[in-house]
């Protein structure tokens, strides 16, 4: 026996390799992130609480404030990687060269596709929520988002058609808003249940498509 009455012979203490591994900073970070965004959608941004988004992550809710001030510092923070990452796709596709008018036709139609994903339907959604939101962080934002989709998207069908790619029926601004609004539609038909058919889908991208620019004769 030791001075403390514990035996010597006590079980082995796990070794490092089968003890659970920590997260660092950046991973616990992104984890509740990623737990945030399904609460944010089920219980909007005023119902969205750091007890309900500590529950959805496992974790505690003092852990949260390690990496986030509140809930709006995180729900921007959500809405700031969504705007990175878009910025990063549209400017990848602005700056390709080639028939864009079979690229903007593979994937809008693929549109369809990609929003029957769960978790690009919720990204979609949040942006659907900031836009009901009265907060002058949060509208920076959407005001962000919005101005950067029309800027790319008008550069890239405007430099199509110098290059003679595409004819513009329409302002390249047309065709910006109404994809812009047929998103939304989708991502609100994705959170009440509604099925979307995907013949009437692909019909209706077809529509917004052929409607504002062609291919030359």
């Known amino acids: 026996m030791s ?30 992130m990623r737990s945030s965004v399904r609460v944010f959608v089920e219980e909007g941004y005023g119902g969205a609480t750091t007890a309900k988004i500590a529950a959805a992550a496992g974790i505690t809710e003092p852990t949260i404030y390690l990496h986030f ?3 709006k510092d995180l729900f921007v923070s959500l809405l700031d990687e969504t705007y990175v990452f878009m910025k990063m796709l549209l ?11 079979e690229r903007y036709h593979k994937g809008i ?20 929520i900031a836009l009901t939101v009265n907060d002058p962080d949060v509208n920076s934002y959407v005001g962000r988002f919005d101005k950067t989709m029309m800027t790319l998207f008008s550069e890239s069908l405007q430099k199509a058609a110098e290059h003679k790619y595409i004819v513009l029926k329409r302002p390249p601004e047309v065709f910006c808003r109404m994809l812009i609004a047929m998103a939304n539609y989708i991502a609100i038909m994705a959170i009440t249940g509604s099925n979307i058919d995907r013949t ?8 917004i498509l052929t409607s504002v620019i062609e291919k030359p004769r």
Do not use: H
Not at 109 to 128: G, Q
């Open 200 to 207: 009437q889908l692909d019909g209706v991208l077809d529509l």
């Open 109 to 128: 139609k693929s549109l369809s596709i990609v929003m029957e994903d769960r978790e690009s339907v919720n990204l979609a959604v949040l942006w659907i």
């Open 91 to 101: 400017e990848a596709f602005r700056d390709q060269e080639g028939d864009l008018y």
């Open 3 to 32: 001075r403390s009455g514990v035996s010597s012979q006590s079980e082995p203490v796990p070794s490092a390799s089968s003890r659970p591994r920590r997260m660092r900073a950046a991973e616990r970070r992104q984890q509740i």
């Open 69 to 71: 001030k509140n809930t």
